[in-house]
């Protein structure tokens, strides 16, 4: 099963925004190309430079500026529903926060001022904050407005801004990629002025309620995004606007030069993986034509911001150390040879770990069979012994609760033998067999 989301907005990189002075004030009335860092306030009933700046500037002469940035000739008299070019610079704000919804592994978060300290779950980070993540380590963080920035492994982030406008009741948040990668799945906005950036050293990303990653690789000084859903329009140094489709991605080099490309498509997943009882549980998912790598990620949520693994392999197969029982889900991506990572294959799995490893030997009062069960809760075994050349069983014994038993007057000959583990939690009942086991009994 495929788990995916579809909305459809933009993201723009590097992207000006035009503001425009309405009719009615003085001055030229055509629109001017407005800052980058500034809004676009719509006037109200009653509204003066002079009262806009007491109540939603951080001083009470800031509206000097504000009246001739947009030429207004009297600051006593604003018509109505005409529209102002504000910079944020002068505006006031409320704090938004960051807060640690999941991690694994090295974690560290920087305030201000002081030393990297390990996060903790819940915790709550503002600006100047900085985070990263080790090897085999992810964070994800969730945003005051809902929208989740997840780090994987060997990455950086600093929290530039996150506040919200007074005056506009719209978001400002500046986040900066230092190194490494970040997903960012952004909550469709809800205010024309709210604003989500996300930089890296050679781009700027302006987004707008969309799913994508990106990349900066610091010794190259390259950087790769890749959309998933909605649009984006890329910017970098002298290059003139590029603009891609879902499922497409580019990679920006330096002197701004992008190469776009489709990003190759979801690895499709080979057998029924869908609980998975060995010790190492396993995957593989077919090739994908161009791929030179392959990645899974395995979460406790669809959203993938509790991440318990990260694996990359030079082929499309992943055996595992672990995991514990739960359920979970698992993405694959295929990764071309630029770099860029392709559109995600997503399914959801169980994880019941219910299994024995087996051995026959023999003692004075017969042969001994014996089993080491593995798995959580309380655990029943039922054995199995059958001759090679019949298919009804000899000895079939359930409810056990030792590991081992003792047959003896068995006659010659090969037989077959297996145990099965019966495992009781408080919400399911689980049974894994293991292979049956060859055992010759001479004259």
């Known amino acids: 099963m495929t788990l ?61 500026e504000v009246q001739r940035i947009n030429r207004v000739a009297d600051p006593h008299r604003l018509p109505v529903a005409s529209r102002l070019t504000l910079p944020i610079r002068l505006l006031r704000t409320r704090p938004a926060n960051a807060t640690v919804a999941a991690f694994r592994g090295e974690a560290l978060a920087t305030a201000t001022s002081g030393p990297a300290r390990s996060v903790a779950l819940g915790q709550v980070l503002g600006e100047g904050a900085r985070v990263t993540t080790g090897p085999a380590s992810s964070l994800s963080l969730s945003l005051t407005d809902g929208s989740v920035i997840t780090l994987p492994s060997n990455s950086a982030l600093k929290i530039g801004r996150l506040r919200k406008l007074l005056i506009t009741d719209s978001i400002d948040y500046d986040l900066m990629l230092e190194t490494g990668s970040v997903r960012s799945r952004v909550t469709p906005f809800r205010n024309r002025d709210d604003r989500f950036r996300l930089r890296n050293p050679i781009a700027v990303s302006a987004v707008r309620g969309t799913d994508f990653r990106t990349h900066y690789a610091a010794g190259s000084a390259t950087a790769r ?4 859903e909605g649009g984006i329009a890329l910017t970098a140094g002298n290059s003139a606007e590029t603009r891609l489709a879902p499922e497409f991605g580019a990679v920006i080099g330096q002197g701004g030069r992008i190469a776009v490309e489709p990003l190759l498509p979801a690895p499709q997943l080979i057998g029924n993986a869908g609980v998975q009882r060995a010790p190492q549980p396993a995957f593989a998912v077919q090739d994908v034509p161009g791929a030179q790598a392959y990645r899974l990620q395995i979460a406790r949520d669809s959203g993938f911001v509790d991440i318990v693994e990260d694996v990359l392999a030079s082929s499309p197969a992943f055996t595992l150390a672990g995991l514990d029982n739960g359920r979970y889900f698992a993405r694959f991506t295929a990764i071309a040879a630029s770099g860029l990572e392709g559109v995600p294959g997503t399914f959801a799995f169980r994880r019941r770990l219910a299994t024995a490893t087996q051995a026959a030997v023999s003692s004075e009062a017969g042969y001994v069979f014996r089993w080491i069960g593995t798995g959580e809760g309380v655990r029943r075994y039922r054995f199995q012994l059958r001759r090679e050349d019949s298919p009804n069983w000899l000895v079939d014994e359930a409810g056990l609760s030792g590991s081992s038993i003792v047959l003896s ?20 009942t689980d049974t894994d067999w293991t292979a049956l086991e060859s055992f010759v009994l001479g004259e």
């Open 4 to 64: 995916r989301a579809a909305p459809t907005c933009w993201l723009m990189l590097l992207m000006p925004l035009v503001g425009s002075v309405a009719a009615g004030l003085a001055g030229p009335a055509a629109a001017q190309q407005r800052e980058d860092d500034a809004v676009t306030y719509t006037v109200r009933k009653d509204d003066t430079l002079i009262r806009l700046a007491r109540d939603y500037m951080l001083h009470e002469t800031d509206w000097k």
């Open 225 to 228: 995004s890749e959309l998933i």
């Open 409 to 428: 007057d068995l006659l010659p000959g090969r037989y077959l033998w297996r145990v099965g583990t019966t495992t009781h939690s408080e919400d399911e």
